[in-house]
């Protein structure tokens, strides 16, 4: 079990993790949680983070500098690390179903526990077959969207499910609920972002893609608005994979 550092705002939401995740609180190591009030981005140009381009928004900036701050600390680790933001629920099977994963592909980079489910997945069933999206049907209407996947998500019922995941090699996703880094990958991710700009990684979804009952439109441009985003511009050269189904969600509370 590699170990695992949680990105939180304040100490009530690391307890309020660890009230939910009780499963895997003897693997969490300690990180400096207090909260970023407000961000110097000449600061953070300065220490090569961001350039001159770059187009995050500030809490945006707030959250890639914690990840940055992370990924440093898995580059100099043993084995890697697990990366949790606080508002993810973890199954109650991550240990085990983690594990599996890094056992098969044990020269990851970068392996994707969860991932948003308003944008599709882009993965390789197996090697030789062409990519393939995987979309999830949502509320989409003429309207502006009012309920999205994520928001569709039953914590309690995902938690405690049974569930047998395959693991998949992963070319787009979004979202940083919870990911691990190997040290070669994080090393890696380190040298291809810093410093971030706006340049756009593969949409791999240039055309419409489902059937005639379900379509998503086509999208032919991903501006790099988060660091989810600047992590898409680099999968081609790192060896990422994912989980399916995945093993942590970011669910809208209400």
């Known amino acids: ?29 300690e990180f400096d949680y ?12 300065n220490d090569g983070i961001i350039d001159q381009d770059n187009i995050y928004s500030d809490n945006e900036l707030i959250r890639t500098a914690k990840h940055i701050e992370l990924w440093k600390i898995a580059s100099q680790s043993k084995k890697g690390i697990t990366i949790v933001e606080s508002n993810s629920f973890l199954h109650n099977d991550f240990k085990v179903c983690m594990n599996r994963g890094l056992k098969s592909n044990p020269d990851f980079d970068l392996f994707v526990w969860q991932y948003s ?31 999205t996947n994520d928001m569709l998500i039953d914590a309690n019922v995902f938690q405690n499910s049974s569930i047998d995941p395959f693991f998949l090699k992963l070319y787009s996703f979004a979202g940083l609920g919870c990911y691990s880094l190997s040290p070669k990958g994080a090393k890696q991710l380190l040298d291809l972002s810093l410093p971030i700009g706006k340049k756009q990684p593969a949409t791999y979804q240039e055309n419409a893609v489902g059937s005639n009952l379900y379509i998503v439109e086509g999208a032919q441009e991903r501006p790099n608005t988060s660091l989810d985003i600047e992590m898409n511009r680099h999968i081609p050269t790192l060896e990422t994979y994912t989980s399916y189904p995945m093993l942590a969600i970011t669910p809208k509370l209400t």
């Not at 590699?2 to 990105?7: E, S």
């Not at 100490?11 to 660890?18: A, I, P, V």
């Not at 207090?34 to 140009?45: A, E, M, R, W």
Request: hydrophobic share 40%; net charge negative.
């Open 34 to 45: 207090t909260p970023i009030n407000g961000i110097n981005k000449q600061k953070l140009s």
């Open 117 to 147: 489910l308003n944008w599709p997945i882009c993965v390789e069933m197996c090697p030789g077959f062409p990519k393939m999206a995987i979309t999830f049907r949502d509320q989409r209407s003429n309207l502006p969207i009012t309920i």
């Open 1 to 29: 079990m590699l170990p695992i550092y949680i990105i939180s705002d304040s100490e009530d939401d690391l307890n309020f993790f660890k009230s939910r995740n009780p499963h895997i609180v003897d693997y969490i190591e």
